[in-house]
């Protein structure tokens, strides 16, 4: 079953500390990963697809296939990235187009 | 360009009746998918269309139905609605055809069922 966890509802850190988010995934072959972000009284947005290997608001995201996770991270966490943040993955065959999403996770930056 | 939008943001109906929800492609964008948002979760994949067919479909009744536009706008119609269908729906587009494209998300209708 194709499947997306992000073991963690909350996350609490402190301004400057270095942050986390785990996302694990379910999936037979090679999907296709993001990280979408959604702030306050904002829409869904895409934060980052792994098959661009880029790094957005100094988040970066490595697809581990052999741990099949693909954890988010940043150095140093700065306020303005508290957020919800949503691990999502892309399929082939029957799931050809949809996104099938984590719970999320709620990022909270303290000064 | 406004991006994704969406009609109404709010929408309060009663068990049993029917709702229709809208969506407007980003400009350019030819593929709109429809996603369920439960409290607490994430989106949930309802159906994509493209090309004014329904191309793919979650695990959802036959409740619910879309339709799409040539100009590439979508609804989403829900019948005999259910205490459970309160949620927040998102709409996404992407560019073209091809499913590993981008998907931009409008800022979703607020459904609550009484």
């Known amino acids: 079953a194709q499947r997306v966890t992000q073991p963690e509802k909350l996350l609490s850190v402190f301004k400057g500390a270095p942050v986390e988010l785990k996302c694990n995934y379910s999936?037979?072959?090679?999907?296709?990963l993001f990280w979408y972000v959604q702030y306050s009284r904002q829409r869904l947005q895409l934060l980052l697809r792994?098959?661009s290997r880029e790094s957005i608001k100094g988040f970066t995201a490595d697809l581990n296939k052999g741990e099949t996770s693909f954890h988010l991270k940043k150095p140093f966490a700065q306020e303005e990235d508290s957020a919800m943040y949503y691990c999502?993955?892309?399929?082939?065959?029957?799931?050809?187009?949809?996104?099938?999403f984590g719970k999320g996770t709620k990022l909270s930056v303290k000064p | 360009d406004a991006g994704v939008t969406q009609s109404p943001t709010h929408l309060i109906k009663t068990r049993g009746q029917q709702v229709t929800l809208r969506c407007s492609p980003k400009s350019g964008h030819d593929t709109v998918s429809w996603y369920q948002q439960a409290l607490g979760q994430g989106p949930q994949f309802i159906f994509q269309?493209?090309?004014?067919?329904?191309?793919q479909r979650g695990n959802f009744p036959d409740r619910f139905s879309g339709h799409q536009f040539p100009n590439y706008s979508s609804e989403l119609n829900v019948n005999a609605l259910l205490l459970g269908d309160s949620a927040l729906y998102l709409c996404?587009?992407?560019?073209?055809?091809?499913?590993?494209?981008?998907?931009?998300f409008g800022p979703g209708t607020r459904l609550t069922v009484l």
């Open positions: 999936y037979s072959g090679s999907p296709e």
């Open positions: 269309y493209y090309e004014e067919e329904e191309r």
């Open positions: 999502a993955l892309i399929g082939y065959g029957g799931s050809q187009g949809n996104l099938i």
């Open positions: 996404a587009s992407s560019l073209s055809g091809e499913w590993r494209d981008t998907q931009y």
């Open positions: 792994h098959i």
